[in-house]
């Protein structure tokens, strides 16, 4: 089982949230433990009063579980005004459309609701949709091989000749045969249904399988399958061998692009711009200051383009006079404006939001680089800070600031102090724990590691706002570095020959550091 991520995948809940407990904690205890919980269909229903002990954490669930948005607009209220956020402990609502990758590298693409003309009541997607997440799957990854997991509300139409449905989509089925998913899975038909592997036929080369599973209901009188096992290695690791190797109930696919094309765009289809987007694709509310509440409109959240980023090592606006060293997967920079003239950023090379969102092997690779500025630090007696902030930004950045040892008296103290004076809590993780353990991928945080190895943590509650200058806030009050005049990074700049100049300093004293290959 070594490399694989451990799924389960339940189909529609329906407000039965005491069996969904149960169900779960039977099931992880027995077969688990799993890494993660995914939900399809309705997971609220028409009584959802159960749902109180899982909010409050009276039932707690014992992993992390996410789950696809309204697909009746009654429902609609159930869910938080933000996408991409966590309704309670383990409990997370991916939004509308987007992908989300885990710790282990598998990455699951979504599409919830129901196709329609998206008329802002917030249980409907477009074809404008769709193209999106196309485009956010395909075109931010030049090495393309699919998706490990695609969720959607309703099944793919021409997924079965011998299923009857009520809620399928010729949405799904384009998006099905775009994206190429291992594994397709959807709810809404309160019926269990799992085809033959099919083969993709797309216009890649790369043609992958795609097992469809069609979950049943939760508690239904059938007993029919309504939480299924997956065990996955995340398509990026795989070799083309092993995606193209055959099974034999391998069928031939049930989608004909062109004939889909024709059905979807309607032979209106005008040709794609050419752009490059990151995975977040979920929206944000706009504020509709004469209604409130659940009936706002939405605005498309902006995609990030990654030719533009000041920090994807291939993109023209990267700094490069500024790169210290470069690894495989990461590599380090002088932070500019910072806050003593060794401090310096770690980053990866390409383009991701977090240190949650990264595969294991560029986690491992920036823990050698840490260790590696440790020692750097070290020459001159001095320690380092590690902080990073996944929050208002969109390429991860942990920065690296040098004390004297004098200044890291009671910095622990220090930082809950100021973290309870910005009205927000931080937590010290356990020293047998991941931060991918207490934190998903979707929520936003802030975390510091300091000299000692201890490391604490906040999760970023939004609507509350976090101080964006909080870790120099900590770092150059008196008690630290007494340096006040340094907290605004844009008020300590240089002139690029004086970056150069310190840069090439730094490359030279580094060197004997330095573990890159």
């Avoid at 043609?207 to 399958?225: C, D, H, I, M, S």
């Avoid at 006079?321 to 003239?341: F, I, P, Q, R």
Wanted: with cysteine; hydrophobic share 35%.
């Amino acid at each position: 089982m070594a490399g694989k991520t451990k799924i389960l995948i339940c189909g529609d809940v329906e407000g039965q949230f005491n069996l969904f407990h149960k169900r779960i904690v039977s099931i992880n205890s027995k077969s688990g433990p799993f890494d993660l919980l995914l939900c399809v269909g309705n997971f609220f229903g028409i009584n959802n009063k159960e749902f109180e002990a899982i909010l409050t954490g009276e039932k707690k669930l014992p992993l992390p579980t996410y789950i696809l948005g309204p697909n009746k607009e009654e429902h609609c209220e159930c869910y938080p005004d933000e996408e991409d956020a966590e309704i309670c402990e383990n409990l997370f609502y991916l939004g509308k459309r987007g992908v989300y990758m885990s710790s282990s590298g598998v990455r699951i693409a979504y599409l919830s609701g129901l196709s329609g003309e998206g008329d802002g009541n917030g249980y409907k997607h477009t074809i404008e949709d769709v193209k999106t997440l196309k485009d956010v799957c395909i075109r931010s990854n030049v090495n393309y091989k699919g998706v490990d997991v695609l969720l959607t509300s309703q099944w793919p139409t021409g997924i079965s000749s011998d299923k009857k449905t009520e809620f399928s989509s010729d949405l799904s089925a384009w998006l099905c045969a775009q994206l190429k998913p291992r594994y397709h899975v959807s709810g809404l038909e309160g019926t269990f249904y799992e085809r033959p592997p099919f083969r993709s036929n797309g216009d890649s080369d790369l043609q992958v399988v795609t097992r469809f599973l069609g979950l049943a209901r939760l508690g239904n009188p059938k007993k029919e399958k309504c939480i299924y096992a997956l065990s996955v290695t995340p398509v990026d690791k795989m070799k083309p061998s092993e995606l193209l190797q055959r099974t034999t109930d391998e069928t031939d696919s049930p989608f004909n692009l062109i004939e889909l094309d024709a059905k979807v765009f309607k032979n209106k289809r005008k040709p794609d711009k050419s752009q490059q987007y990151f995975f977040d694709m979920s929206e944000e509310s706009q504020d509709n200051r004469g209604g409130g509440g659940r009936g706002r409109q939405k605005r498309q959240k902006p995609v990030f383009d990654q030719t533009k980023c000041w920090f994807c090592l291939a993109s023209p606006s990267v700094e490069k006079h500024l790169v210290v060293t470069v690894a495989n997967s990461v590599y380090l920079a002088l932070a500019k404006g910072g806050l003593v003239d060794e401090h310096l950023l770690i980053c990866p090379i390409e383009h991701h939001q977090s240190v949650i969102s990264l595969t294991r092997d560029v986690v491992d690779e920036i823990a050698k680089l840490k260790d590696a500025v440790r020692s750097f630090y070290k020459r001159e007696n001095k320690v380092a800070v590690f902080f990073e902030r996944n929050y208002k930004t969109s390429h991860m950045q942990i920065q690296a600031v040098p004390l004297p040892k004098a200044a890291t008296k009671e910095l622990k103290d220090i930082f809950m102090a100021e973290a309870e004076g910005h009205d927000f809590e931080m937590c010290e993780l356990e020293s047998h724990a991941r931060l991918d353990q207490v934190i998903a991928g979707n929520v936003p945080y802030f975390t510091v590691d300091l000299p000692t190895g201890e490391v604490l943590y906040a999760k970023i509650q939004p609507k509350k706002g976090f101080p964006i200058n909080f870790a120099r806030e900590v770092l150059a009050s008196g008690p630290v570095l007494d340096m006040p005049d340094r907290l605004e990074w844009k008020d300590c700049g240089m002139s690029r020959e004086d970056e150069e100049m310190l840069v090439q300093r730094i490359r030279t004293d580094f060197e004997p550091f330095d573990l890159t290959d």
